[in-house]
């Protein structure tokens, strides 16, 4: 299940990558790599990218639920 989370992730950061570019410089990568957005091949790129970006969520909450489970050094007073 790790490995799938992490293909996720990376999955997860290209599409942010693609949408920094698309919002800096209006140009869709993955609309030009398949002749247009809505291509069939476009949008389910952009499905398997929006699922990925549902995996990670799982991430996330587990990597906060890490921390809040940690124990909190308590001050000592010398």
Same mark, same amino acid.
Request: aromatic share 12%; hydrophobic share 50%.
């Given at each position: 299940m790790e490995t799938l989370q992490k293909l996720a992730l990376a999955v997860t950061i290209i599409g942010a990558l693609?949408? $920094? #570019? #698309? $919002? !800096?410089?209006?140009f869709d990568v993955i609309a030009q790599l398949t002749e247009g957005a809505y291509q069939p091949l476009a949008r389910?790129?952009? #499905? !398997? !990218?929006?699922?990925? $970006?549902?995996?990670?969520?799982? #991430?996330?909450?587990n990597y906060w639920q890490r921390t809040d489970d940690e124990p909190v050094p308590t001050p000592t007073v010398d």
């Amino acid at each position: 299940m790790e490995t799938l989370q992490k293909l996720a992730l990376a999955v997860t950061i290209i599409g942010a990558l693609n949408w $920094g #570019v #698309v $919002g !800096i410089f209006k140009f869709d990568v993955i609309a030009q790599l398949t002749e247009g957005a809505y291509q069939p091949l476009a949008r389910f790129l952009y #499905v !398997i !990218i929006g699922l990925s $970006g549902l995996m990670t969520l799982s #991430v996330l909450f587990n990597y906060w639920q890490r921390t809040d489970d940690e124990p909190v050094p308590t001050p000592t007073v010398d």
